[in-house]
């Protein structure tokens, strides 16, 4: 199984409860559905936060079935973003995770460099704290980056001598990979 997910540090360092949406922003992110296949349920963040009916349960044999069943986790990781805290109660996926996400931080700063696509930041270190958490959340087990990689700022205006030599996606792509290395040391 392949995930789409990013990372996420807290919006403001200094208020615990934005710790606590990195965590519940990650596991609602990769957890939905590396969980039940791994564990045989969801995770228990979101059986607290989904309210109405709205999150299926599974019944006992279903768990059994779906307990241990992938050979691997997959990835594709592309950015992180900033997620703060919210208490209200949530209406739909986005909302229940109560951490809304900003590529800024309270004080304003970007979480990394912004990319040639307005949903895209260049954050490798997000990508190594991700590595980290799944192996500490599903005690190491294989795992395969499938996508990685980044649009660059204006491509389509510079002239192609200056595209061809492509800096910024190099950076991205040295800078993404050293981080793969370091979590996986």
């Given at each position: 199984?392949?995930?789409?997910?990013?990372?996420?540090?807290?919006?403001?360092?200094?208020?615990?409860?934005?710790?606590?949406?990195?965590?519940?922003?990650?596991?609602?992110?990769?957890?939905?559905?590396?969980?039940?296949?791994?564990?045989?349920?969801?995770?228990?963040e979101?059986k607290?936060?989904?309210?109405?009916?709205?999150?299926?349960e599974?019944?006992?044999?279903e768990k059994?079935?779906?307990?241990?069943?992938?050979?691997?986790?997959?990835?594709?990781?592309?950015t992180?973003k900033?997620?703060r805290?919210?208490?209200?109660?949530?209406?739909?996926?986005?909302?229940?995770?109560?951490?809304?996400?900003s590529?800024?931080?309270?004080?304003g700063?970007?979480?990394?460099?912004?990319?040639?696509?307005?949903?895209?930041?260049?954050?490798?270190?997000?990508?190594?704290?991700?590595l980290?958490?799944?192996s500490?959340?599903?005690?190491?087990?294989?795992?395969?980056?499938?996508e990685?990689?980044?649009?660059?700022?204006?491509?389509?205006?510079?002239?192609?001598?200056?595209?061809?030599?492509?800096?910024?996606?190099?950076?991205?792509?040295?800078?993404?990979?050293?981080?793969?290395v370091?979590?996986y040391?």
């Amino acid at each position: 199984m392949t995930i789409a997910v990013g990372f996420a540090e807290p919006y403001n360092t200094s208020v615990p409860e934005d710790m606590d949406a990195v965590e519940r922003s990650v596991t609602f992110a990769f957890g939905w559905f590396a969980d039940p296949q791994m564990f045989g349920d969801y995770p228990q963040e979101m059986k607290d936060n989904i309210d109405g009916g709205r999150l299926p349960e599974f019944t006992e044999d279903e768990k059994e079935m779906l307990k241990g069943s992938c050979d691997f986790l997959g990835v594709n990781y592309y950015t992180s973003k900033y997620v703060r805290n919210v208490d209200t109660n949530g209406t739909d996926w986005g909302s229940d995770q109560r951490a809304p996400a900003s590529a800024k931080n309270a004080s304003g700063h970007l979480i990394g460099p912004q990319a040639g696509s307005t949903w895209l930041n260049v954050y490798p270190y997000g990508l190594y704290q991700l590595l980290n958490w799944i192996s500490k959340r599903y005690a190491n087990p294989p795992m395969y980056i499938f996508e990685n990689g980044v649009s660059c700022p204006n491509e389509s205006q510079i002239p192609v001598d200056q595209a061809l030599r492509d800096t910024f996606r190099v950076t991205y792509i040295t800078e993404h990979v050293a981080s793969m290395v370091a979590a996986y040391l």
